[in-house]
């Protein structure tokens, strides 16, 4: 079956950087858009940044210059690298397998304090 699992999360300070990884299993990775979501408590989850299988990446103008997305379609995982981190970036970030279905990791948290 479908797994994403996420870790490196963290607690930093506000200009510090996490790198987030996303292993995938269980579907042909390699020809599958990612993406990777956010959500902080009390806000609508919000698209930080995707890949497509072509290696085309978007982001979201809150993280532009600041995130970037890559993919390792040998180990079938997804990063996402997050410098400059700062408070209003604290939340749980899951990457997802959009579709249908859709499949989403259980999430990892990262805390940027001011």
Not at 5 to 16: K, R, T
Not at 30 to 47: I, N
Request: with cysteine.
């Amino acid at each position: 079956q479908v797994q994403l699992v996420e870790s490196g999360g963290g607690l930093v300070h506000a200009g510090e950087s996490l790198r987030l990884s996303c292993a995938a299993s269980g579907f042909p990775f390699s020809a599958y858009h990612m993406e990777w979501y956010r959500q902080a408590p009390g806000k609508e989850r919000e698209l930080v940044a995707d890949i497509s299988a072509e290696w085309v990446a978007t982001y979201a103008d809150s993280v532009k210059g600041r995130f970037t997305v890559s993919r390792d379609n040998a180990k079938k995982m997804v990063f996402l690298q997050m410098n400059s981190l700062k408070p209003e970036d604290t939340a749980v970030y899951y990457c997802q397998r959009p579709g249908w279905p859709e499949y989403r990791g259980q999430g990892t948290q990262v805390t940027v304090s001011s």
